[in-house]
Every structure is written in C-alpha cells, then in structure tokens.
C-alpha cells in the first residue's frame, strides 16, 4: 500500500472523497471507542489508500472486521478459494480470520476506502430500581416517600396523573427509561446489525447505499474541527456499518420502521399544551383542534391514558401552581387567581374548598407554619 498525498495526482477520484487525498490517513490516528446497544466498537483503522497498478497485497487476515471500498480504479479480491473482480462502487467485507488477496488492476491504480473494527460484546451495566446506574441508594432514599406534591393528600389519583408525565421523562422504572428514549431499539438495531455482519456472503457488493460518502463526512468533520467530531466519526461508523448490511439485503427484508403510540403521543401533546397554556382560556374543544381530532377523542384519550377527565386534569395542573404561588408569593389571593386562569373567583374559592377541605388563605397560612 502507498499514500496518497502529492504522488497520486488525484486519479480519478470523486468528489466529495477527493477531498481525503490531502491526509488520507489522518483518522487513522484518532483512538474511537464507543458502546452501541450490547456491544463496545473500536476502530482500528479508517484511511484511504491507493495501491499502483499491478500491485500485489499477499494473503493475510485480520482478527477484526475489514470493510473494504472501491471508489475508483478496478481489480480483483480473492478470498478464500474464490476471485471475484473489482470495479468502482463495489465493496466487500473480511470478517475475522478470513484469508484474501488483493491485486490491483495492470493499466491503473485501485483505490480503496478501508474500515477495520473490532466488536466486543459487553456486560450490562446493573441497574437499580429508580432506573439509574450503579449505586445512589443514598440520594433516591432521600425522595422515596417525599409527599411534598400540593394535590398529594387532597387528591391522590390527581397527583398520580399530574405526575405520571414527569415520571416518564425522569425515569422511574429501567424498562420505562429503556423504551422511552429509544434504548431498546438501539439494542436491537445493534444486535441485528452485528449477527447479519456475521453471516454476510464472502461476495463483493454495489455499494447502493452510499456508505462510502460517511468516510467524507467523518473526515471533513475532523478536517473542519467541528464541535462534536467524535459524535460526527461515531455516527458515520455505525452508518457504514449499516448501509453495507443493507446493501446485500432485499429491499423488502428491511425491518418495519418503530410506530408511535398515537393515543400516548396526543395524550402527552395535550399534558403539555394544557400546562404552556392554562393561565388562559383552554377548552376541551380548542385543544383537540390543536391536535387534529374531535373533543369526544380527545377526551377519551385523557381518560385512557391519565386516568382524569380534561376538565380535572386542567384543574390539577391550575391548582397545582397556584398552591406553589400560595406559599412563595405575597400577592393577594385573587391575583393569584386571575393569572392561572380563574376569572370567576367564586368558581375558584369553590373548586380550591372543595379540593383541599379549606380556603386558599387557610392553605398559606398552614404552608407557612
């Protein structure tokens, strides 16, 4: 093999991976580790490489994954017992203790765009109860039996739906944390992707998917030292890794794209449209137009989902903030009111009685003891 640099002359090669002939090798020096689902990716080697015409690279092997990519110039691979000829836009793939030989073409040099990887499964990281990593019985033991909620006493089941928002997002349970974010089809993905890579025919490919352009998006972010490079060079591994699998799989074997859960995603799209907007007027009727269905949906879904009517849920999360505003602020009761979306004070004074079993003075004057 020889470097690029100066001597090649730019033979050939298309734009955008020209642009790695100035330090073809450049990646080559940058240590890359990272963990995708169950298992740890090292990258040993990433470079382009040029071999001059007739040139010979003797059988050998690799205790790693090799990718190999052709983006100009001809030649052929053998591998094991078998040749196979080499044209631009092919690649083909060396597993792990596989023997191949690489010559290239007698009239012009063979480019190749070369990944080598080492894929290691790893061990699950224990995860405690509270869904976090490793040992912090300490600091979730400090907020296991924490009531501080203002509607935890007065009306437990409206606590439970308020908040069951907010557990999602932080996690209570592992399993919930795992799918909520995307971490089980990250599993999976990855698992997928490692078995097919280790049962690919020893055949080259046409490179359909174009994961030769990921070498020149890794090697420009390096290039333009731009924030969040290794991001940059991690994502552009994983997407060769994957665009080569995809290549030799037909086009309907591909698996289906993960479905949203639409009755959880418009419930969780009122929650949130309720809490950006209930110091104003909000009706049943105005937030289902926002999400495009009809009331009798929308409060089916509340229902379904969360367990209390629209109407209760807009209350809870009306009272929930002026209880926070009872105890922090001195401003009269009404203005308190006002401000969160009760125009009718009467109506507030009924509500707030009837909730917590005294009036919104009696509530700060005890927050306040």
Request: proline residues 7%; hydrophobic residues 35%.
């Amino acid at each position: 093999m020889t470097s690029l640099g100066a001597s090649s002359g730019g033979f050939g090669l298309p734009f955008p991976l020209s642009v790695m002939e100035a330090k073809p090798f450049a990646l080559d020096r940058l240590a890359l580790e990272f963990r995708w689902g169950h298992y740890g990716f090292r990258v040993l080697r990433c470079h382009l490489t040029r071999f001059p015409p007739g040139y010979v690279v003797e059988f050998h092997k690799h205790s790693e994954f090799e990718f190999h990519f052709i983006p100009a110039g001809k030649g052929t691979v053998i591998m094991g017992d078998e040749s196979h000829a080499l044209r631009p836009g092919m690649f083909y793939l060396t597993g792990p203790n596989v023997m191949h030989c690489q010559i290239a073409d007698d009239r012009e040099p063979m480019y190749e765009l070369c990944l080598h990887i080492d894929i290691v499964p790893l061990q699950e990281e224990p995860v405690s109860p509270s869904g976090d990593k490793g040992d912090r019985s300490g600091a979730a033991a400090d907020g296991a039996g924490s009531t501080d909620h203002p509607l935890s006493a007065a009306r437990p089941e409206a606590s439970a739906a308020v908040s069951a928002h907010a557990a999602d997002e932080g996690g209570s349970a592992a399993g919930n944390v795992e799918s909520r974010w995307g971490r089980d089809w990250e599993i999976r993905e990855a698992e997928e992707c490692v078995r097919l890579l280790s049962s690919l025919p020893l055949v080259p490919a046409e490179d359909r998917y174009h994961a030769m352009h990921c070498f020149a998006a890794a090697y420009r972010a390096w290039e333009d030292n731009q924030p969040g490079f290794f991001t940059t060079y991690r994502d552009a591994v994983i997407q060769i890794l994957l665009r080569a699998v995809r290549a030799y799989m037909p086009a309907q074997s591909a698996p289906p794209a993960p479905r949203r859960d639409m009755h959880r995603h418009r419930f969780e799209l009122a929650v949130q449209y309720i809490e950006d907007n209930c110091t104003g007027p909000i009706t049943l009727e105005s937030v289902a137009e926002k999400l495009g269905i009809g009331p009798r949906q929308l409060q089916r879904i509340m229902k379904t989902c969360g367990s209390l009517t629209f109407r209760e849920h807009v209350e809870t999360v009306r009272l929930n903030r002026i209880c926070e505003q009872l105890k922090t602020s001195r401003d009269p009761v009404d203005v308190i009111a006002s401000r969160n979306g009760y125009g009718n004070s009467s109506y507030f004074y009924t509500v707030f009685k009837k909730t917590f079993g005294m009036t919104p003075t009696q509530y700060r004057e005890q927050a306040r003891i």
